[in-house]
């Protein structure tokens, strides 16, 4: 299983350890997704970032659709299938994405290849941005909704 990651709030006045946890996520900036393995090193950095992110497990369809739209190589060019068959042992998006959603394949590992994606702002906006999501807000576990969040910011 793998967790995609959406930082949701800025970086004005935050904690020095708390920022270079969100480097460690390549996580630089606003609206930034990455996606990790589930293991209990990352489910503690989770823990220390909890306030300036949301997360949740990923489906094999919505890292598809990041892989298609916002994934991207070194130099910001767009990831293509050819590069994937020359470069990696997966030959199309669809095997990637499978490897990725079940935890097999890691993005940063692969040669040339972003370990974020840049997505946009979500349609309709984020809940409140500074209140956990089990009590209306947009930070924290959302469980099985990032993936329509993610789709909101496509």
């Known amino acids: 299983m793998t967790i995609a990651i959406i930082r ?10 708390i920022k ?7 996580l630089t900036r606003a609206n ?3 996606i990790i393995p589930d293991g209990p090193a990352w489910r503690g950095q989770l823990l220390k970032v909890k306030d300036y992110v949301t997360w949740g497990p990923v489906t094999e369809e919505t890292v598809l659709q990041l892989l298609k739209t ?8 767009p990831l293509t299938e050819a590069h994937l068959s020359k470069h990696t042992p997966y030959a199309s998006f669809a095997e990637l994405a499978k490897a990725v959603a079940a935890g ?18 979500p349609r309709k906006g984020y809940e409140k941005v500074v209140r956990d999501f089990r009590t209306g807000g947009s930070l924290g576990d959302r469980g099985e909704g990032i993936n329509t969040l993610i ?4």
């Open 8 to 17: 949701v709030r800025g970086q004005v006045n935050i904690n020095r350890d």
């Open 20 to 26: 270079d946890t969100l480097r460690m996520l390549h």
């Open 32 to 34: 930034h997704c990455t």
């Open 70 to 77: 916002r994934g991207r190589l070194a130099g910001n060019r």
């Open 104 to 121: 097999q394949a890691d993005l940063r590992k692969l040669e040339g290849v972003k370990p974020l994606f840049r997505l946009h702002p």
């Open 151 to 154: 789709g909101r910011m496509l």
